[in-house]
């Protein structure tokens, strides 16, 4: 059994453990490790989310463990404590000693410690001490030097990067800098997001505790005049900019744009382009009645809102609405080609009886590489994900009118053929279709050919094929992009942190501290000259802290030289 | 030190007045043009930076800023002649000249570039650094194989034409990756930008900097037998850039807005070169393990004999720590302020900041390990490899497996 010790040593005892390397390298090792479940668990989620996902046993243990929010829980904070903790202890230890060191440059060696030496000379030499010393010393240029004459013995001590131990000291005590701004910055600074519509103001920033949501209020406003978009010829997005004024008690004191990498600057808050969206923009559809009434009529709604039939209880919530939707339309493993699509509106669209659906609507309609009109289209989700989005081409252009009441007449036409008749061959259908088709085009452009558009071909193919297509809806209509006002709304970030310049600070500590240590080893160096009758015994000892590779040639070829020179003279 | 490169016969360039006005003319030649950017009227255009650089404009802020540190130096070292012996100057110098002459190179490729109707952004296979990245494909691989063939065979010739390859490597992807830079301009100059944008670029820089980093080590402390295990390491990673290449993604794209800072120009930069020197702290770690596996077996293989010894692999392994510790330290400092710029936060958590406190984690474990007892060469070899493959998984595992989650695997 371990001898009981008195408390105070105990204490004593757990300190000095504390700074040890042994309890450094255990530390910074479990840091990683436990650094790494954060970035295997997504963090942050949704809690419905990750119940789907683990199932309620695991999810419970992990949130108890505080894993969707780990960097954090007590635990980690704690870890990062018991390292400051562990850093004060080993720098409380070191630094006296070393400064102590680093001060007083013993040029003496006892006779016994010199053998112990790893690099080490011994020769005997014709000049004395005086001129040894001297010849040395132009030897070393930038190195520091010590004389002493002790029994008769002369010792030059020469030091070069004799601030090396500055290097530990300013890196340890930098990552304890650093961790302290961290933690100002956690507990004394802020950072969340508000979304401001063109046009309007906000003052609340929104942001994420843990599992639930936080909001702060700032002391200002910040109004969104304006915000645009820029895009590269390949239409991705090149540059996002927000015209903000900010509203300090009423008066407006500032007005700028912002984009990525530039943000503001007010009050100590700073105001970071982050991202955007639609911010309600003015949607008017198009109603195109599907019942074979040949009507359309419109209705007026916004992004974020709806609108509800009331006579066939047909809702439409507008989830989106993008005035540019770049796609590449070449085929798979063909060199890329984008294209803009023009404007679209998303919206859900339920109906008594049937399951919602997604659907994106295009405003106008698909144009193919040769330039022929392929008729208008939407994208459909039966699951509501954007990831199921099928193109439905419609056939008719219904941007244009005379399409759709060609399409009607080619409808009355086909169905006054058709009835009586029970059975049609192939050939009979496909002669029915281009009667019922040519009486339509009477209808509707006349009996006179010449007045027939020029590719009634084309739109012949598209109106069989809206036959199809239009007919096999369930909808009682279809909500087509009619018009649009556009309006964003631009995502903001507001941080502060007054802890930042502590972290910075800390940085070039660090920085710093490293090129030292690492760069700037000490190197000591001894001559040792003991004069005698016939000339001196002379012994060159070194010691370096770093990179003994490269010192033991800068040593070995120091002694060479050093003896050559004196080499012409003694013989 | 100063007696070290006497027997050098090329060394007056390397030595005293020269290397040092010249390092001082450079390092003012970068403040000058990294003045202009900042203080300069409209001195930074993301856009267009690469030809601001290279415009009347940039030769005057950058051409003053040499001279003045040409004035600086002469006046620095008359008043303290010891100057002239600057380590720094001396080790960092060669560098610096080794970049200017992949400018030159680059200008040199540029003229072959085809002309300018011939250019489609849709169709980038026409461009010149292609041909010039596949030629240091070709050198790259074709040194790791002599390389290996000098450890069975160390023939001083083999060694030589190894080593040779390994320079021209570097200076085909380096002025490859300068050609590129300039090639993102030719489709438009919106999309221009500097080339370590995307995966495959700045693979094409690890590459290099693994490789150049090899070089300097080989060169000071002569351990050409580590060379086959680095080379080897820059090969995988070849293979690996012609299978991107092979799927599109070699490709010049316009950067996306996050992006478009001059903080990448050099974050990335200095993360590579902290990449870099952990893939040869990597060889230098295997290499170890293969002697301690050879001297283990009582083998008296003729290549123990060109092999450095297990005390110089494991301080060569630790040397290349020593220089990649500093510059990822620095690579994620600076990101961090980066983001502190662009984000709003400097430190959030995210997968690929994680990994960075990871590797840097990792390496600060290992050097600890080296000072205090109990911990030796062995541990320490499989120390270096593992770190590297930490390092591995922080540039390339982050961005496909877990930002790839970030990104794609979730629906809105
Ligand atoms: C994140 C935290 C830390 C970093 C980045 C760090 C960094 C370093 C570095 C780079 C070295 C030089 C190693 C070498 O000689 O090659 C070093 C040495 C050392 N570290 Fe740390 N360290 C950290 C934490 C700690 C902790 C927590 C302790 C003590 C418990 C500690 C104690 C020491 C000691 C005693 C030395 C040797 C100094 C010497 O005599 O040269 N370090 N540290």
């Given amino acids: 059994m371990p001898r009981m010790q008195s408390f105070p040593d105990l204490i004593k005892s757990i300190w000095q453990r504390l700074g040890s390397m042994s309890l450094a390298i255990v530390?910074?090792?479990?840091?990683?490790?436990?650094?790494?479940?954060?970035?295997?668990?997504?963090?942050?989620?949704?809690?419905?989310?990750?119940?789907?996902?683990?199932?309620?046993?695991?999810?419970?243990?992990?949130r108890s463990l505080g894993l969707f929010d780990m960097y954090h829980t007590w635990w980690f904070m704690g870890m990062l404590a018991f390292l400051m903790v562990s850093l004060a202890s080993c720098l409380w230890r070191n630094v006296p000693k070393m400064l102590k060191e680093m001060r007083q440059r013993k040029a003496t060696i006892p006779e016994k410690a010199l053998k112990r030496f790893q690099y080490l000379?011994?020769?005997?030499?014709?000049?004395?001490?005086?001129?040894?010393?001297?010849?040395l010393q132009a030897r070393l240029p930038g190195w520091e030097f010590r004389t002493v004459e002790q029994d008769g013995v002369h010792y030059l001590r020469a030091d070069k990067g004799r601030w090396n131990k500055w290097g530990y000291i300013l890196v340890h005590s930098a990552i304890l800098v650093i961790l302290v701004?961290?933690?100002?910055?956690?507990?004394?600074?802020?950072?969340?997001?508000?979304?401001?519509?063109?046009?309007?103001?906000?003052?609340?920033?929104?942001?994420?505790?843990?599992?639930?949501?936080?909001?702060?209020?700032?002391?200002?406003?910040?109004?969104?005049?304006?915000?645009?978009?820029?895009?590269?010829?390949?239409?991705?997005p090149k540059e996002f900019r927000s015209n903000l004024t900010i509203i300090d008690h009423g008066k407006e004191v500032l007005t700028k744009d912002i984009i990525v990498n530039e943000p503001l600057y007010y009050k100590g808050v700073r105001i970071y382009q982050a991202s955007f969206g639609d911010g309600g923009s003015e949607i008017t559809f198009k109603l195109y009645h599907l019942d074979g009434s040949g009507k359309i009529t419109e209705a007026t709604t916004h992004v974020y809102d709806g609108w509800k039939d009331p006579k066939s209880g047909l809702d439409i919530r507008v989830t989106d609405f993008k005035p540019y939707n770049v796609e590449n339309m070449a085929d798979p493993g063909k060199p890329t080609d984008f294209k803009d699509l023009g404007p679209a509106v998303e919206y859900e669209l339920r109906y008594p009886g049937f399951k919602p659906v997604k659907i994106k609507a295009f405003m106008n309609p698909f144009t193919d590489p040769e330039g022929h009109n392929q008729g208008s289209f939407i994208m459909l989700s039966f699951t509501g994900d954007k990831a199921d989005y099928k193109p439905i081409p419609l056939g008719l252009d219904l941007t244009n009118p005379v399409e759709w009441k060609l399409f009607h007449a080619f409808m009355h036409h086909l169905s006054d053929a058709?009835?009586?008749?029970?059975?049609?061959?192939?050939?009979?259908?496909?002669?029915?279709?281009?009667?019922?088709?040519r009486a339509a085009m009477v209808e509707v452009f006349g009996a006179d050919r010449q007045k027939w558009p020029a590719d009634f071909q084309q739109m012949a193919m598209r109106t069989l094929q809206a036959v199809n297509v239009l007919s096999g809806l369930p909808w009682p209509m279809l909500p087509m992009l009619g018009d649009f006002k556009q309006h964003y709304y631009t995502g903001l970030q507001l941080a502060k942190d007054p802890g930042m310049n502590v972290v910075w600070f800390g940085s070039a500590m660090l920085v710093i501290g490293l090129c030292i240590m690492f760069y700037m080893p000490h190197r000591k160096l001894w001559l040792i000259v003991r004069e005698s009758e016939g000339g001196s015994d002379v012994a060159l000892a070194g010691m370096v802290t770093r990179n003994p590779l490269v010192f033991s040639k800068f040593f070995n070829d120091l002694f060479t030289q050093f003896k050559n020179d004196d080499a012409p003279q003694s013989s | 030190m100063t007696t070290m490169t006497n027997s050098n016969v090329s060394s007056t360039l390397y030595r005293g007045r020269w290397v040092w006005m010249r390092f001082n003319a450079y390092l003012g030649a970068a403040l000058g043009i990294a003045a202009m950017a900042i203080y300069g009227a409209n001195g930074y255009e993301e856009n267009a930076f690469l030809y601001q650089i290279l415009s009347m404009k940039g030769v005057l802020w950058g051409g003053s800023g040499a001279l003045t540190g040409c004035a600086f130096a002469a006046v620095a070292s008359a008043i303290k002649p010891n100057l002239l012996d600057a380590k720094m100057a001396r080790n960092i110098t060669p560098w610096l000249d080794g970049f200017i002459l992949m400018v030159i190179l680059a200008a040199i490729w540029a003229r072959f570039e085809p002309a300018q109707e011939a250019i489609s952004y849709d169709d980038q296979s026409n461009l010149f650094a292609g041909r010039v990245i596949m030629?240091?494909?070709?050198?790259?691989?074709?040194?790791?194989?002599?390389?290996?063939?000098?450890?069975?065979?160390?023939?001083?010739f083999i060694g030589r034409v190894a080593t040779a390859t390994a320079y021209i490597g570097v200076y085909l992807g380096g002025s490859a990756l300068l050609l590129r830079w300039h090639e993102s301009y030719l489709f438009d100059m919106n999309i221009g930008h500097a080339p370590v944008s995307n995966l495959y670029e700045v693979f094409i820089l690890l590459f290099c900097i693994t490789a150049a980093v090899y070089l300097a080590l080989e060169k000071r402390y002569q351990a050409k037998a580590m060379g086959a295990f680095v080379m080897t390491l820059v090969s995988a990673g070849v293979f690996f850039g012609i299978w991107l290449d092979s799927v599109g993604q070699g490709e010049i794209k316009p950067l996306v807005p996050a992006l478009q800072s001059y903080w990448m120009k050099i974050h990335v930069p200095m993360n590579f070169v902290g990449y870099g020197s952990f893939a040869v702290a990597c060889g230098a770690g295997m290499a170890y393990l293969v002697r301690h596996r050879l001297e283990a077996k009582g083998s008296?293989?003729?290549?123990?004999?060109?092999?450095?010894?297990?005390?110089?692999?494991?301080?060569?392994?630790?040397?290349?720590?020593?220089?990649?510790?500093?510059?990822?330290?620095?690579?994620?400092?600076?990101?961090?302020?980066?983001?502190?710029e662009a984000w709003g936060g400097y430190w959030s958590w995210d997968p690929k900041e994680t990994w960075a406190l990871i590797v840097w984690l990792v390496y600060g474990a290992y050097l600890h390990a080296r000072v205090s007892h109990g911990w030796h060469g062995k541990a320490l070899a499989w120390w270096a490899v593992a770190g590297f493959l930490v390092t591995v998984f922080c540039f390339l595992g982050v961005n496909m497996y877990l930002s790839g989650l970030h990104s794609y695997g979730r629906l809105s």
Wanted: proline residues 4%; contains cysteine.
């Fill in chain 1, 27 to 62: 530390l910074l090792v479990v840091l990683s490790i436990a650094s790494v479940i954060g970035t295997v668990l997504l963090q942050n989620q949704a809690q419905a989310d990750y119940l789907q996902q683990f199932g309620p046993l695991w999810y419970w243990v992990f």
């Fill in chain 1, 121 to 135: 000379h011994r020769w005997q030499a014709s000049e004395d001490a005086a001129a040894l010393q001297q010849r």
């Fill in chain 1, 181 to 236: 701004g961290g933690w100002i910055g956690a507990n004394y600074g802020f950072r969340g997001t508000m979304a401001v519509p063109e046009g309007s103001m906000e003052n609340e920033i929104s942001f994420s505790e843990g599992t639930e949501t936080g909001n702060l209020t700032m002391p200002f406003y910040v109004r969104c005049n304006s915000f645009f978009i820029d895009f590269f010829p390949t239409g991705a």
């Fill in chain 1, 418 to 437: 058709n009835q009586g008749k029970k059975k049609q061959d192939k050939a009979q259908a496909r002669a029915a279709n281009l009667a019922a088709f």
């Fill in chain 2, 135 to 156: 030629a240091m494909n070709v050198t790259f691989i074709f040194s790791a194989v002599a390389y290996i063939a000098y450890l069975f065979a160390p023939e001083t």
């Fill in chain 2, 300 to 340: 008296n293989s003729k290549m123990l004999a060109i092999f450095p010894t297990l005390e110089q692999l494991d301080l060569l392994a630790y040397k290349a720590v020593a220089i990649g510790f500093p510059a990822f330290t620095l690579a994620t400092i600076l990101g961090a302020a980066w983001a502190a």
